[in-house]
């Protein structure tokens, strides 16, 4: 088919929906309503469930594995581990993982070390597997990729460089309040940083003692029971693994499965919140699975429209056929009068759910905030992906409901349509 002749079946495709605009407006409505409805319902999900994610990652881990003689120390909210000289095998992250049950696993080491010569607490995070630690951020200097994360309760100026050990580091962000006292007054950093920390030691003792002043080298030395700044701690040991479960995941048998890895000891978060996470995401599922029935029902609905929309034209497609107009042809006709009516209706239905969101968004911010969830609004990527999701989506649709009785017509010989109408 020649650029020419396209051209000319989708002027006729715009002309047929113009012929009869009060249908076409009604159809389009109803694309527009169930476009503008998910697409609302898709930023306003999508702040929700961000804003949800956070709250409760800050809730900590669902179980919490240790070697059997650490402390630890459990609240409301959160599980930390006091700090101690048990460790476990870093390489057990990846047998954890693999068991039923088990959505997140994040490894923590907890080191005594001298910063700004004082004796404080380092706990080394995985970036990758963290859902406890960077939650809790909530200033961080922009451009920074990697450094140092002060506790809630210590005083600190984002950017400033303080002395780890001897290694100068630079502050990059900052953990809010979160009434654990191990949590709030420790320091925090990557594993990769750690390693870091611990090479420069090493490095720092082959070095000629007049190198650095007499003060350093008396606070290193009263460190070295810690291996932390004399260098000589092992980097592929971890102080405990925070785990949460999945949805559908049942502690007996999770903690069953975990009791095999050896000697170690098993500590159970806050069971309401555990149930309440996965009460959520079991409801996160229900509403997608929801959004797809009706998808689904709303295609039903177009594809009976356009069936009465077909038949009634029984006449005007015969006459077509008779005068030359093959079965392609005709159906490319209808399909593209589909995709004009829909998505015209999928760009109203754009702005009918921008229209929404800005009318309700101090409501919806308000409404966030009393239930305590943080609410902000889609990155722009994330829009516009929305947006043009929701366009494809009408088209698909629209396609896909005329697809049927297109192809049933295209089958039918010219005669049978002109007496099928007669009829």
């Not at 009791?259 to 159970?268: P, S, T």
């Not at 919140?273 to 009460?279: D, E, I, P, V, Y």
């Not at 902000?376 to 516009?384: D, I, T």
Request: net charge positive.
């Amino acid at each position: 088919m020649s650029r020419q002749h396209r051209w000319l079946l989708i002027r006729l495709a715009a002309q047929n929906v113009g012929r009869r605009r009060l249908r076409a407006m009604f159809l389009g409505a109803a694309v527009m309503l169930g476009v503008g409805v998910g697409f609302a319902s898709f930023v306003a999900g999508w702040a929700l469930w961000q804003g949800m994610a956070q709250s409760f990652s800050r809730m900590g881990a669902d179980l919490l594995i240790v070697p059997r003689a650490t402390l630890v120390n459990i609240t409301a909210s959160l599980v930390t581990v006091q700090p101690t000289d048990a460790t476990l095998a870093a390489e057990l992250v990846h047998r954890i993982a693999i068991i039923p049950g088990v959505a997140r696993v994040a490894p923590q080491r907890v080191v005594p070390a001298l910063i700004e010569g004082q004796n404080v607490n380092l706990i080394a995070f995985d970036p990758a597997r963290d859902f406890s630690v960077l939650s809790w951020v909530e200033a961080r200097q922009e451009g920074a990729a990697d450094g140092l994360i002060a506790g809630g309760a210590l005083s600190a100026r984002l950017g400033e460089t303080v002395s780890v050990c001897g290694m100068p580091m630079r502050l990059v962000a900052q953990l809010g309040r979160t009434g654990v006292g191990p949590f709030d007054e420790s320091y925090f950093l990557t594993f990769d940083a750690l390693a870091d920390v611990v090479s420069f030691c090493r490095r720092s003792e082959t070095t000629a003692k007049s190198a650095a002043p007499a003060k350093a080298e008396d606070a290193i030395a009263g460190m070295r029971h810690a291996d932390v700044c004399s260098g000589d701690l092992a980097l592929d040991r971890v102080s405990a693994f925070l785990l949460q479960l999945s949805p559908a995941a049942k502690r007996e048998e999770v903690k069953f499965a975990l009791a095999g890895l050896g000697d170690i000891k098993i500590v159970e978060g806050n069971g309401v919140l555990t149930s309440s996470r996965q009460a959520l995401s079991t409801l996160l599922a229900g509403v997608a699975v929801f959004t797809v029935f009706e998808l689904a029902a709303l295609l039903i609905l177009l594809a009976l429209l356009f069936s009465a929309i077909v038949q009634e034209r029984y006449r005007e497609v015969g006459l077509l056929r008779a005068m030359g107009a093959k079965p392609n042809q005709v159906m490319a006709i209808i399909l593209a009068e589909a995709a004009v009516i829909t998505g015209l209706g999928g760009l109203a239905g754009l702005g009918f759910g921008a229209a929404v969101l800005l009318t309700f968004a101090r409501s919806l911010g308000f409404y966030f905030a009393l239930l305590g969830v943080p609410f902000s609004w889609p990155p722009a990527a994330v829009l516009e992906a929305g947006a043009v999701l929701a366009i494809v989506c009408s088209v698909a649709l629209g396609l896909l409901g005329a697809f049927v009785p297109a192809w049933r017509v295209r089958r039918m010989a010219p005669y049978a349509l002109i007496q099928a109408d007669a009829r």
